[in-house]
């Protein structure tokens, strides 16, 4: 039985990683945001689909957020909202396999993913390196620093995310042998030393899904300048419970280390 049992988790190892939604609930409209429809591929010809929120008022720089595993960026509206008034462009797009976006899920399919939507901030909107932050949560947080070693952004944010996969498969499914059969790295924390740009770790002690020691451990592996925010709650309404902790923390860090931005193209 238990042979099976880890047989059958190699396995299903995508289907216990990613959790697509192919309708999208909600726009930013929705939470008062104007909102671009955005067609980005990826450098193996998958067709993603994004969007492109301005910021209120002048921009201070442009937040390319890398969602978590679950549903689709229809999801995320009201993160996004909370960034644009903060003023910051915002561009979130869905993984291959998500909302309207093509393909299935894969690792190097997530990064791919990511890259295309980096490209586009740069070659088409005419963004900046340094005024682009990548902020990755949950799931996300292994796809933004992977992005953020390969292309160096002004700066770097990783909320209640995790130190690898298999980490978070040990914490959980303890009695499995998780970290030999585990495909899925997103090995964040042997990744995150290589990155050379600001990082802000933002992480919940109720976290129920990526428990605090993963911010904890990503947090010691990083380079300086480096700062943790530690805020309330659970693995996703923390930001929510936590209020102005939460928005004032991730607004000073990026008054301190983020270099301010020129409008972006049409």
């Given at each position: 039985?238990?042979?099976?049992?880890?047989?059958?988790?190699?396995?299903?190892?995508?289907?216990?990683?990613?959790?697509?939604?192919?309708?999208?609930?909600?726009?930013?409209?929705?939470?008062?945001?104007?909102?671009?429809?955005?067609?980005?591929?990826?450098?193996?010809?998958?067709?993603?689909?994004?969007?492109?929120?301005?910021?209120?008022?002048?921009?201070?720089?442009?937040?390319?957020?890398?969602?978590?595993?679950?549903?689709?960026?229809?999801?995320?509206?009201?993160?996004?909202?909370?960034?644009?008034?903060?003023g910051?462009?915002?561009?979130?797009?869905?993984?291959?396999?998500?909302?309207?976006?093509?393909?299935?899920p894969s690792?190097?399919?997530?990064?791919?993913?990511?890259?295309?939507?980096?490209?586009?901030?740069?070659?088409?909107?005419?963004?900046?390196?340094?005024?682009?932050?990548v902020?990755?949560?949950?799931?996300?947080?292994?796809?933004?620093?992977?992005?953020?070693?390969?292309?160096r952004?002004?700066?770097?944010?990783?909320?209640?995310?995790?130190?690898?996969?298999?980490?978070?498969?040990?914490?959980?499914?303890?009695?499995?042998?998780?970290?030999?059969?585990?495909?899925?790295?997103?090995?964040?924390?042997?990744?995150?030393?290589?990155?050379?740009?600001?990082?802000?770790?933002?992480?919940?002690?109720?976290?129920?899904v990526?428990?605090?020691?993963?911010?904890?451990?990503?947090?010691?592996?990083?380079?300086?300048?480096?700062?943790?925010?530690?805020?309330?709650?659970?693995?996703?309404?923390?930001?929510?419970?936590?209020?102005?902790?939460?928005?004032?923390?991730?607004?000073?860090?990026?008054?301190?280390?983020?270099t301010?931005?020129?409008?972006?193209?049409?």
């Amino acid at each position: 039985m238990y042979i099976a049992l880890a047989a059958a988790a190699c396995s299903w190892q995508a289907k216990m990683v990613y959790f697509p939604q192919p309708d999208l609930e909600c726009t930013p409209a929705d939470a008062g945001a104007p909102y671009e429809d955005v067609a980005l591929q990826a450098a193996d010809g998958v067709r993603l689909h994004a969007w492109f929120v301005p910021a209120a008022g002048q921009p201070r720089g442009t937040m390319l957020y890398c969602h978590g595993n679950a549903g689709n960026i229809s999801h995320r509206v009201g993160l996004v909202a909370v960034f644009r008034q903060m003023g910051f462009n915002v561009l979130i797009f869905d993984y291959r396999g998500y909302g309207r976006s093509e393909g299935k899920p894969s690792e190097a399919g997530t990064y791919l993913d990511a890259r295309a939507a980096w490209d586009h901030l740069v070659s088409v909107r005419g963004a900046k390196p340094e005024s682009i932050v990548v902020f990755g949560k949950s799931l996300g947080g292994g796809v933004a620093t992977n992005l953020a070693a390969e292309r160096r952004p002004g700066a770097l944010i990783l909320q209640s995310t995790f130190t690898s996969v298999p980490d978070v498969g040990a914490d959980h499914i303890w009695w499995l042998p998780v970290r030999l059969i585990c495909r899925i790295k997103y090995p964040s924390l042997k990744t995150l030393p290589t990155v050379k740009c600001p990082v802000l770790v933002v992480h919940s002690r109720g976290d129920e899904v990526n428990y605090f020691p993963h911010g904890q451990k990503l947090f010691a592996a990083a380079n300086e300048p480096k700062e943790f925010l530690e805020i309330q709650g659970n693995h996703n309404g923390g930001w929510r419970r936590s209020g102005r902790t939460y928005t004032d923390g991730i607004r000073k860090f990026l008054d301190k280390h983020l270099t301010p931005a020129g409008p972006p193209k049409p």
